[in-house]
């Protein structure tokens, strides 16, 4: 069993430029994440022993075709078929390997043209999906093929439940528009939004209008994990790997049987084990927000509101600056842009570095942050770091 | 065949694990299977049990007198699929069965407007021919049948 206890670090960070079109292919977008993180660490392509990446239907490129043209020679490449919980899923695969002593320096990346490509809010083949899909053939001839209406058949039966309500949604977005007004990287820089908006704007599918919807993009993230040890010769200020507990649950992800549970409510303890802290102990977090309502059920899930007072947790301020969990402070998938959740990590890395000090980004003194990802109901996957 | 009449929208595929749900569905019957070890029904169908793991599964047939009621709906002003722009909003909904609340059938419920459709509203199945040989489920509000 591996045993995190800050034996390693997240020692570089980096993204490329994030656009609507990028007119380059993934691989392009790959190498400028790469060569950022690399950048940040103080670290050169020859340092990495491990390439990692994760895609969805092939919209990636190869940590091969990667290793090749960034002129990285490494022991190791693996690309794995995943979604939002597979930056942390990755973490932890590098970690085993790094405490193994198979590798010393692995980078693990996630590319996409998320809107001049393929994207996944406008549905996917039919046919090819009702193959691809468990149950697909139980979905699909009903003309539910976006995530969208997934999540949102989860999120009316909770909110029903709950008392939840389209405003306790709307807080979620308001949150992060608003952090995103600080980040001048942010897709919706520049663009904020109000409630009186939000409620004014009609619904895609219920319950979620375009503001509760992920902004897919064009972009590729990179993140480097290296040994405690080797953290300590690099450029940065390291990042420690507490713990960290992925879990699954659900046996079809897009055709379910009750809401109740979701694997982020699996995880959540042994998370909380695997770091030795409590949820109260925790400054800062990065929470998975392909949608709105995945925020909410995550506050749950991990301690940080009872069931049914997610909404109010978040009415109240809590995930803006100067609130209880400052959360998504780059503005989150929801205004920041999409990378499959690997954005959210980068900022909770760099919040965690202080990097933003002096200025009205920085969460102020804050030490340990959460990092939760959510593939679905039936997949999780969530990490506590420290600086 | 003629143009005018051409089903747009996904017909259900059938593999080697659902083929006798949809096989009952053409004949306007609900068939599920059944695992033969803990005896818990298993929908959507597959190669074994999610519950208990085991490989031995059996298919009970329901008949035609299917009841349920609404456990989560959304409704959808875009369409995700070919064919669904002829019929927004479009109404996906998840009903547990009458007889065996456990298991949750996706449909659409057709027959209803969009803005009376409730959590707990009650369902009764009925069946869509789409092609010469093919038909759908769907569920339709109860009171419509009375």
Redesign the interface.
């Known amino acids: 069993m591996t045993t995190y206890a800050n034996q390693c670090a997240i020692v570089g960070v980096g993204e490329s430029e994030r656009s609507r079109n990028s007119g380059t292919t993934p691989l392009h977008l790959a190498l400028d994440a790469a060569r950022n993180a690399l950048r940040d660490a103080g670290l050169e392509a020859r340092d990495l022993d491990g390439i990692m990446n994760y895609s969805t239907g092939g919209d990636s490129c190869t940590s091969h075709e990667l290793a090749t043209y960034l002129g990285s020679r490494p022991k190791y490449v693996k690309d794995i078929s995943g979604g939002g919980s597979s930056t942390e899923l990755l973490i932890a695969d590098a970690v085993a390997l790094i405490e193994a002593g198979e590798l010393e320096t692995v980078l693990i990346y996630r590319a996409m043209n998320g809107a001049s490509g393929h994207q996944v809010g ?2 996917y083949d ?2 090819l999906l ?2 691809m899909l ?13 995530p969208s ?1 997934w999540f ?3 999120a ?2 909770h909110m ?1 439940e709950t008392g939840t309500t389209k405003e306790h949604l709307g807080h979620v977005c308001v949150s992060f528009y608003e952090h995103a007004q600080r980040n001048p990287k942010a897709f919706l820089h520049g663009k904020p939004l109000d409630m009186e908006t939000y409620l004014a704007t ?6 979620f209008n375009i503001h509760d919807c992920c902004v897919e993009l064009d972009e590729a993230n990179a993140l480097i994990v290296t040994s405690a040890g080797n953290a300590k010769n690099c450029k940065s200020r390291p990042v420690y790997i507490m713990g960290m507990a992925p879990r699954h649950t659900h ?2 992800a897009h ?5 109740d549970e979701v694997a982020s409510d699996h995880a959540a303890p042994a998370l909380y084990q695997s770091a030795g802290v409590k949820p109260e102990d925790i400054d800062v977090a990065a929470i998975y927000d392909c949608f709105s309502w995945v925020v909410l059920r995550q506050l749950e899930a991990y301690g940080f509101a009872k069931r049914g007072e997610a909404g109010d947790f978040v009415k109240d301020g809590n995930l803006k600056m100067g609130g209880r969990l400052p959360s998504n402070t780059a503005g989150g998938m929801l205004s920041e842009g999409y990378t499959h959740g690997m954005n959210n990590v980068l900022e909770l890395v760099r919040q965690l570095r202080h990097d933003y000090k002096g200025t009205d980004r920085q969460v102020k003194d804050c030490e340990l942050g959460i990092c939760t990802g959510w593939s679905g109901p039936d997949l999780a996957g969530a990490m506590i770091l420290r600086n | 065949m003629t143009q005018a009449t051409k089903y747009e ?7 080697l694990d ?1 083929h006798p749900y ?1 096989d009952a569905a053409d004949r306007h019957e609900l068939a599920l299977q059944k695992c033969s070890d803990c005896k818990g029904y298993i ?2 169908p ?1 190669p074994s049990c ?1 519950s208990c793991g085991s490989p031995a599964t059996e298919w009970e047939n329901l008949g035609s007198d299917i009841s349920a009621t609404v ?14 722009q002829h019929d927004l909003p ?1 109404v ?1 909904t ?1 009903a547990a069965l009458d007889v065996a609340p ?7 419920i057709i027959g209803c407007p969009a803005e009376e459709v409730e ?1 707990g509203m009650p369902l009764k199945m009925t069946w869509t021919d789409i092609t010469p040989d093919r038909a ?1 489920p769907q569920w339709t509000p109860s009171r419509s049948q009375n």
Do not use: C
């Open positions: 406008r549905g039919p046919d009702q193959g468990p149950g697909g053939s139980f979905v699909m001839p009903y003309g539910s093929a976006s209406q949102g058949m989860f009316m039966r029903h009609p619904d895609i599918s219920t319950p046996s079809h055709y379910w049987t009750q809401v | 929208k996904p017909v259900p595929l059938k593999t659902n949809w929908h959507p597959g999610p456990y989560s709906y959304i409704t959808s002003y875009r369409p995700f699929l070919p064919g669904f479009t996906i998840v456990e298991v949750k059938i996706m449909a659409n959590i759908l």
